[in-house]
T-cell receptor, first 113, second 115 residues
Framework: SQQGEEDPQALSIQEGENATMNCSYK?????LQWYRQNSGRGLVHLIL?????REKHSGRLRVTLDTSKKSSSLLITASRAADTASYFC?????????????FGTGTLLAVQP | AAGVIQSPRHLIKEKRETATLKCYPI?????VYWYQQGPGQDPQFLIS???????DKGSIPDRFSAQQFSDYHSELNMSSLELGDSALYFC??????????????FGQGTRLTVV
């Protein structure tokens, strides 16, 4: 990975359970974002947390950020079969005139009905 | 709402051939990013453009080149294709690459298969 690792690499849970995915990164960041990808499809932005924030919520999603440990976690509560997808964290690194996204390895989440 | 449009969606080429992938960003987005995603891999940053100028370069082979045109669409040109170039190629756009904390909007990708 260009930036860091995510764990677990694969997670299988039952509908209604919570799913927690972790992400570690290597460099200083401005913000960290989580994306979702259905098999072979495009990436969809889920949530963004800035480096000065510690926790953020959006619907059934909860993201935490610990910049001292260079890590983040994504919690999906009350999971549904439709949540089955790969989840990637991405950090915003500085470079040139743009802020490019650097992705972690991703966690494949399978929610069993 | 308009999204990022990529064409073609699927492309099959033979080794040593050339491929051109196109990306049409969301209207009024001035920044375009290209990513390559191999099977089971994370998206790897290739190159980005801001206001029609190349702004960042990642792990893009010398055989690849890209540009952003006056209407902000972008093309990724890939020459002397190798089997290892088989991957999903994503384009993403954002409203302003200079603005921190901006999410990127991804297209559905072009699946390139080199045979």
């Amino acid at each position: 990975s260009q930036q860091g690792e995510e764990d677990p690499q694969a997670l299988s849970i039952q509908e209604g359970e919570n799913a927690t995915m972790n992400c570690s990164y290597k460099t200083s960041i401005n913000n960290l974002q989580w994306y979702r990808q259905n098999s072979g499809r495009g990436l969809v932005h889920l949530i963004l947390i800035r480096s000065n924030e510690r926790e953020k919520h959006s619907g059934r999603l909860r993201v935490t950020l610990d910049t001292s440990k260079k890590s983040s976690s994504l919690l999906i509560t009350a999971s549904r079969a439709a949540d089955t997808a790969s989840y990637f964290c991405a950090t915003v690194a500085y470079g040139g005139a743009t802020n490019k996204l650097i992705f972690g390895t991703g966690t494949l989440l399978a929610v069993q009905p | 709402a308009a999204g990022v449009i990529q064409s073609p969606r699927h492309l099959i080429k033979e080794k040593r051939e050339t491929a051109t992938l196109k990306c049409y960003p969301i209207p009024r987005h001035d920044t375009v990013y290209w990513y390559q995603q191999g099977p089971g891999q994370d998206p790897q940053f290739l190159i980005s453009f801001y206001e029609k100028m190349q702004s960042d370069k990642g792990s893009i082979p010398d055989r690849f080149s890209a540009q952003q045109f006056s209407d902000y669409h972008s093309e990724l040109n890939m020459s002397s294709l190798e089997l290892g170039d088989s991957a999903l190629y994503f384009c993403a756009s954002s409203p302003s690459g200079r603005v921190v904390g901006t999410e990127a909007f991804f297209g559905q990708g072009t699946r390139l298969t080199v045979v």
